[in-house]
């Protein structure tokens, strides 16, 4: 039996029931997956501004918190807490290790994600109604493509105590485990769609076991404060349990275990991933006793000829500015300032496409396209106003000029004596902005490779 545990399912995700794993999980593997698409655009604008930068910033933090209970307890760490940079962090975690007092510990690097290079202007993108990369009309920060287990597989075989990984698909973080373990060969679909299950399940952390799934009244969930990551128990046929640790808050059910395995999978029958491409259609999902729930009968077939690739671009800056109104009429007053703001900031050539203008509390969440024309003032929410006592106009934008961005923070500020009356709590803000897109590239382009570290 293989188990499996989940320490991270995003990049800023909690530390402390990591930690826990580590200690009482009685783990084979810790695997945390902290890489999103603008996570990745991220990281490599990280890198740009700092070339030793470019990784997971809380990875120090969490080998500092797990390194010394998993080299303990004979447990492996697989993450693609390398982002951008993956030498640089694989060096962190060998510094992290020698300043524990770990001799010895090694770590193997998996390269070869990034493909900047072999992208160029005429590139087409998938997901951007079939434009090129040279008609985002932003500069490039960098191009990786996710790899699958046959990158990561020479990594484990090793013996490495850590893999750390740049771009690779969520589920093969925990599948190549399975298969380094069970010996499963690669072209083995039905095999590798029932691990890609099971990776799938596991990849997002407390959203299986009801951090995500908890909303009061329809979903409870126990002691969510203290929710505790899943642990998924394989066997050599791919069949398995997830669970979590007994004293952890949360909970396991069939609920939860199926709202995950829906997620982000657009057709169920052909989950395309760098491995296999996987059929959920016919999954059997049964609740064995308390926190603990089997999922078997996943399939496969062949695994796609292409790879899918995340391109990040350089986005500008993005600028978001707002004030609260409170009290009777707050409504009122918030939508004349919102129609204030739309008539003056479009006056401003290199504001006027970029802007978007909400009522928070009133119509923000349900707001569905950019402003253009006479904007909040003439829109109707989507309920009635009674009960209302305070709204917040909020107004963002993203820009490559930041003086654009400036002005537009000082038009929302300027409400505070400029009207309507009782107006206040301004705050505004310019933070760095990056866009992705996705493109396609031939499999036998990408040339991954390992390098090992010693502490």
Known sequence: MLRLGCGAGFSSDRLEPAIDLAEKGALDYLVFETIGERTLAFGHRDRKLDPKKGYNPQLAARMRGVLTACKANGTRIVTNMGVANVPDAAE???????????????????????????????????????????????????ANVYLGTDAILPALETGADVVITGRVADPSLFLSPMVHKYGWKLDDWEMLGRGTLVGHLMECGMQITGGYFADPGLKDVPRLADCGYPIAEIGADGAAVITKLNDAGGMVTSRT????????????????????????????????????????????????????????????????????????????????????????????????????????????????????????????PAREYGGIEDVRVRVAMRSTDRVACETMLWEVEALLCCGPAA?????????????????LIERERVTPSVKVYVA
Not at 260 to 276: A, I, S
Not at 346 to 371: C, E, M, W, Y
């Open 257 to 380: 275990v199926k709202e995950q395995m829906l997620y982000e999978v657009h057709d169920p029958v052909r989950y395309l991933t760098p491995d296999v491409t996987a059929d959920f259609s016919k999954v059997e999902v049964t609740e064995q006793g308390r926190d603990r729930v089997s999922v078997a009968n996943a399939r496969g077939t062949q695994r796609p000829d292409m790879l899918k690739v995340t391109v990040g671009f350089d986005g500008g800056f993005f600028a978001e500015a707002g004030v609260s109104y409170a009290g009777p009429n707050c409504v009122a007053r918030a939508k004349l300032a919102a129609e204030v703001l739309d008539v003056r900031l479009r006056r401003h050539p290199a504001i006027a496409q970029k802007l978007r203008i909400d009522l928070v509390g009133v119509n923000s969440l349900h707001q569905t396209a950019f402003l253009s024309g006479p904007s909040v003032a003439h829109q109707q």
């Open 92 to 142: 962190l975690v060998i510094a992290v290790a020698r300043e524990l007092g770990l001799k010895g510990l090694k770590v193997a690097a998996v390269l070869g994600d990034e493909v900047t290079h072999l992208l160029g202007p005429e590139t087409r993108l998938f997901d951007n109604h079939d434009r090129m990369i040279k008609d985002v009309g932003l500069p490039l920060a960098g």
């Open 423 to 439: 107006g206040g709590g301004y705050r505004g803000q310019i933070t760095p902005s990056v866009v992705t897109h996705s493109a």
